[in-house]
């Protein structure tokens, strides 16, 4: 019988001890982790201090008890660009959390990081939103991350100022007639001073919007920090442009800037119908303006007859002898004469003789007129 007792009150013990601990967990949880400010700008080639406020919200979730003393702290932060860790970039921060059973607040952790010149560099060169600082944060039961979004700025010698943008499609051609559906990508060629983050739009005027239209529709937002002692340079590719559509297409890319007002070019494309070209023969199209070795300006009006059935107008400027043009226009039926722009002219060398042609495109970009090669000179 004594035994049996025994045995019974050990089993007894078991199931209260076992009870206690169900009712008493060991446990409490990192709700959330939130930095101020949630973003920064870092000033590149210099090493400034970033100060950053980490806020990690907890509860105490023992339901008996208190009040309970948890020691909240990360290791380290790390600073991650396009999803990878590259370095980690500060040591551990600890401070201590004194909950009673069911309560819950925030704690405040404050640091500064400085980065080093080689993670500067790391940053100038990755893409405007790739970036973060991110800290674990851990109450020794449960943890929470929250990060820091990170930005290239100004190195303190001025703002990044975009002094110039070339268009062009990736064969380098300024106007280009493709067919439905075929890939087709343009390219921006970027000259700015000082260094910060570039802020631009690709934006389309296609055949569903109106060819009016000052602003077309965004195809891609792009934010990229750019760094340069003094004067710049940088490539920026188009998204695949929408050649579903037959008609013809104006594509931009629009930057955002205070100060200094730039050019922006467009680059036109004709899309034409699935069904391809009709084959017929193209018939003399009759040019109106400007006379033969007529000299080449901004003010330079050039003019043609109608072509019946014509959806476009293709204008190209041509060196002495050559099949490739080297700059032009293409613009809707609605538009018998156009001038060029002086990024356009860009193109072409000061003191030399140039040829011109215009051509008609039909609804599937068939050639229905073309005119002769006329002498102009670029004085």
Same mark, same amino acid.
């Given at each position: 019988?004594?035994?049996?007792?025994?045995?019974?009150?050990?089993?007894?013990?078991?199931?209260?001890?076992?009870?206690?601990?169900?009712?008493?967990?060991?446990?409490?949880?990192?709700?959330?982790?939130?930095?101020?400010?949630?973003?920064?700008?870092?000033?590149?080639?210099?090493?400034?201090?970033? %100060?950053?406020?980490?806020?990690?919200?907890?509860?105490?979730?023992?339901?008996?008890?208190?009040?309970?003393?948890?020691?909240? *702290?990360?290791?380290?932060?790390?600073?991650?660009?396009?999803?990878? %860790?590259?370095?980690?970039?500060?040591?551990?921060?600890?401070?201590?959390?004194?909950?009673?059973?069911?309560?819950?607040?925030?704690?405040?952790?404050?640091?500064?990081?400085?980065?080093?010149?080689?993670?500067?560099?790391?940053?100038?060169? *990755?893409?405007?939103?790739?970036?973060?600082?991110?800290?674990?944060?851990?109450?020794?039961?449960? *943890?929470?991350?929250?990060?820091?979004?990170? /930005?290239?700025?100004?190195?303190?010698?001025?703002?990044?100022?975009?002094?110039? =943008?070339?268009?062009?499609?990736?064969?380098?051609?300024?106007?280009?007639?493709?067919?439905?559906?075929?890939?087709?990508?343009?390219?921006?060629?970027?000259?700015?001073?000082?260094?910060?983050?570039?802020?631009?739009?690709?934006?389309?005027?296609?055949?569903?919007?109106?060819?009016?239209?000052?602003?077309?529709?965004?195809?891609?937002?792009?934010?990229?920090?750019?760094?340069?002692?003094?004067?710049?340079?940088?490539? =920026?590719?188009?998204?695949?442009?929408?050649?579903?559509?037959?008609?013809?297409?104006?594509?931009?890319?629009?930057?955002?800037?205070?100060?200094?007002?730039?050019? =922006?070019?467009?680059?036109? /494309?004709?899309?034409?119908?699935?069904?391809?070209?009709?084959?017929?023969?193209?018939?003399?199209?009759?040019?109106? %303006?400007?006379?033969?070795?007529? *000299?080449?300006?901004?003010?330079?009006?050039?003019?043609?007859?109608?072509?019946?059935?014509?959806?476009? /107008?293709?204008?190209?400027?041509?060196?002495?002898?050559?099949?490739?043009?080297?700059?032009?226009?293409?613009?809707?039926?609605?538009?018998?004469?156009?001038?060029?722009?002086?990024?356009?002219?860009?193109?072409?060398?000061?003191?030399?003789? /140039?040829?011109?042609?215009?051509?008609?495109?039909?609804?599937?970009?068939?050639?229905?007129?073309?005119?002769?090669?006329?002498? =102009?000179?670029?004085?």
């Amino acid at each position: 019988m004594y035994g049996s007792q025994r045995h019974f009150l050990v089993v007894a013990s078991l199931i209260l001890l076992a009870g206690l601990l169900h009712s008493n967990p060991a446990n409490a949880d990192v709700n959330s982790v939130t930095a101020s400010p949630a973003s920064v700008t870092v000033p590149l080639g210099q090493t400034r201090p970033v %100060t950053i406020s980490w806020r990690v919200n907890r509860t105490e979730t023992v339901s008996v008890g208190g009040p309970f003393t948890r020691l909240v *702290s990360s290791p380290s932060a790390s600073l991650i660009i396009n999803g990878a %860790t590259v370095a980690n970039i500060a040591g551990s921060l600890s401070t201590t959390s004194v909950l009673p059973s069911g309560g819950t607040s925030t704690v405040t952790l404050t640091e500064s990081i400085i980065l080093s010149p080689g993670q500067l560099r790391l940053l100038a060169d *990755s893409a405007a939103g790739s970036a973060r600082i991110e800290r674990t944060f851990s109450d020794t039961q449960t *943890s929470g991350t929250g990060s820091v979004s990170v /930005y290239a700025g100004s190195a303190g010698v001025g703002e990044l100022t975009v002094r110039r =943008i070339d268009l062009a499609f990736q064969n380098a051609a300024r106007s280009e007639v493709v067919k439905q559906d075929e890939s087709l990508f343009a390219v921006a060629d970027i000259a700015f001073s000082s260094s910060g983050v570039l802020r631009g739009e690709w934006r389309l005027v296609d055949p569903s919007t109106s060819l009016g239209s000052q602003s077309g529709r965004v195809l891609q937002v792009v934010r990229q920090s750019l760094l340069s002692a003094g004067q710049g340079r940088t490539r =920026i590719t188009s998204p695949k442009l929408p050649t579903d559509r037959s008609g013809l297409h104006l594509l931009a890319f629009a930057v955002e800037q205070d100060g200094a007002q730039i050019e =922006i070019p467009v680059l036109r /494309y004709f899309v034409i119908e699935k069904s391809g070209k009709t084959i017929v023969e193209p018939f003399p199209m009759r040019t109106l %303006t400007p006379a033969a070795d007529a *000299s080449l300006s901004e003010q330079t009006v050039f003019a043609w007859q109608p072509v019946e059935s014509a959806t476009a /107008y293709q204008l190209e400027i041509f060196a002495t002898g050559e099949a490739q043009p080297l700059t032009g226009k293409l613009v809707p039926a609605s538009e018998q004469q156009l001038s060029l722009s002086a990024m356009s002219l860009d193109w072409l060398e000061d003191n030399t003789q /140039y040829q011109w042609q215009v051509r008609a495109l039909g609804n599937q970009g068939q050639l229905l007129a073309i005119s002769a090669k006329q002498p =102009i000179n670029m004085p």
